[in-house]
């Protein structure tokens, strides 16, 4: 069956520093993922997305993302984290003619 | 400017009641989505629609309907059969529903049983 694992629950970071959120996948053919960001509240925003071509992609906000296929990843980085990047974060990964699967979401703190 | 809107934002409910959540986009997109969003649960998809007329059961279709008679419009009712109607709902749109389509969000409807 398809999966998407975001392994931390919550994660706790200085501002100024660098971040960095996992998400693994488990699925049978190439995906496409993406990255969202949810304010409390809120509705989701796209943060950034992989189809195909360069692994690594830049989405807003200061926000990029390496696919690595041999370790079914898509990690989400930032260099320094500002007080507002406070949020959850969603990874989603669909294939094509199916709906797309989210994992359970990561939530970030930023500690001043 | 294009979007998605969802009405109320919030919306309470006595137990037993049918309710509907409105979900209204102007992206032209012809696929829209429901999901249902408990804590530390992530997104779970109810309902979708890639064409008007037609839709889709998700994971956890039990007690929610849903209809699709506007390009535009994709009402969810919560049924009095749903165990636990209590939770955020989020409606979503992308362009064809096939293929890597970026899903839009609207900014949710939280509802409240009581």
């Known amino acids: 069956a398809q999966s998407v694992t975001q392994p931390d629950i919550h994660i706790t970071v200085s501002e100024g520093a660098s971040l960095e959120l996992r998400c693994n996948y488990s699925?049978?053919?190439?995906?496409?993922l993406f990255w969202y960001v949810q304010s409390p509240g809120q509705g989701l925003q796209l943060l950034l997305k992989?189809?195909?071509?360069?692994?690594l992609v830049q989405g807003i906000k200061g926000f990029e993302a390496e696919f690595k296929r041999s370790q079914s990843s898509f990690n989400l980085r930032k260099p320094s984290v500002h007080w507002s990047d406070a949020a959850e974060y969603f990874c989603?990964?669909?294939?094509?003619?199916?709906?797309?699967?989210f994992g359970k979401g990561t939530m970030l703190l930023v500690s001043p | 400017d294009g979007g998605i809107t969802q009405s109320p934002k919030y919306l309470f409910r006595k137990e037993g009641q049918n309710v509907t959540l409105s979900c209204e986009q102007n992206?032209?997109?012809?696929?829209m989505y429901w999901y249902r969003q408990d804590p530390g649960q992530g997104l779970r998809l109810i309902y979708y629609?890639?064409?008007?007329?037609?839709?889709q059961k998700g994971d956890i279709a039990e007690g929610y309907s849903v209809s699709r008679e506007k390009k535009e419009s994709f009402p969810l009712t919560v049924t009095s059969a749903q165990k636990n109607p209590t939770a955020f709902y989020l409606c979503?749109?992308?362009?064809?529903?096939?293929?890597?389509?970026?899903?839009?969000f609207g900014p949710g409807t939280r509802l409240t049983v009581l």
């Open positions: 979503a749109s992308s362009t064809t529903g096939q293929g890597p389509d970026t899903q839009y």
């Open positions: 699925y049978g053919a190439t995906p496409y």
């Open positions: 992989y189809f195909s071509g360069d692994t």
């Open positions: 989603a990964v669909g294939v094509f003619y199916s709906t797309l699967t």
């Open positions: 992206l032209n997109h012809d696929a």
């Open positions: 629609s890639q064409i008007v007329n037609d839709f």
